[in-house]
T-cell receptor, first 113, second 113 residues
Framework: AQSVTQLGSHVSVSEGALVLLRCNYS??????LFWYVQYPNQGLQLLLK??????LVKGINGFEAEFKKSETSFHLTKPSAHMSDAAEYFC???????????FGAGTRLFVKA | DAMVIQNPRYQVTQFGKPVTLSCSQT?????MYWYQQKSSQAPKLLFH???????NEADTPDNFQSRRPNTSFCFLDIRSPGLGDAAMYLC????????????FGPGTRLLVL
């Protein structure tokens, strides 16, 4: 069965520091990969996605992620954290022809001044 | 702007009193989803519609029902809310010919007294 694992339910960084949120997936077929962000009392918003082609994808708000097939990973990074990045981040996978998205458990990012 | 709208944003109901949450979309997507999200957890899929074809998740309680009268609207009915049903309810849409990106509404937070 396909699954998504996010390492670390909470990550804390200082403002201006590198943000690294980890995501690994298990899949027997090539997946589509997503990162969503959720701010308090709001819905999920797409940050970025990998479908095909270039394995390094850039998203909104300065985030990027790299698809590494050999490691079955899709880690999310941002070079310099901003206070406004504090939120919950969900990694997710879907598949060709499928209607379901499998979400990871989420990682809450805290940004310290 | 094309979007997913949920009303109300906050809903208070009494234990056992039926409640309906609504969702509308201007994206003209064939697929609409209802998720339940409890604090610090990933969204949990309750069911989805592909056009008028209803697909219930195996572990969705019978207490939860849904209606989709047309492409734009979808309703979540909770027949007899219990205290454990207090949660954020998220509506989402997707294009089945796409790669599975889901577009979320802002959510309705349900409080059961």
């Amino acid at each position: 069965a396909q699954s998504v694992t996010q390492l670390g339910s909470h990550v804390s960084v200082s403002e201006g520091a590198l943000v690294l949120l980890r995501c690994n997936y298990s899949s027997s077929v090539p997946p589509y990969l997503f990162w969503y962000v959720q701010y308090p009392n709001q819905g999920l918003q797409l940050l970025l996605k990998y479908t095909t082609g270039a394995t390094l994808v850039k998203g909104i708000n300065g985030f990027e992620a790299e698809f590494k097939k050999s490691e079955t990973s899709f880690h999310l990074t941002k070079p310099s954290a901003h206070m406004s990045d504090a939120a919950e981040y969900f990694c997710a996978v879907s598949y060709t022809g499928g209607f379901k998205t499998i979400f990871g458990a989420g990682t809450r990012l805290f940004v310290k001044a | 702007d094309a979007m997913v709208i949920q009303n109300p944003r906050y809903q208070v109901t009494q234990f056992g009193k039926p409640v309906t949450l609504s969702c509308s979309q201007t994206l003209n997507h064939n697929v609409m989803y209802w998720y339940q999200q409890k604090s610090s957890q990933a969204p949990k899929l309750l069911f989805h519609y592909y056009d008028k074809d209803f697909n219930n998740e195996a572990d969705t309680p019978d207490n939860f029902q849904s209606r989709r009268p047309n492409t734009s609207f979808c309703f979540l009915d909770i027949r007899s809310p219990g205290l454990g049903d207090a949660a954020m309810y998220l509506c989402a849409t997707s294009n089945p010919r796409g790669e599975g990106t889901q577009y979320f509404g802002p959510g309705t937070r349900l409080l059961v007294l």
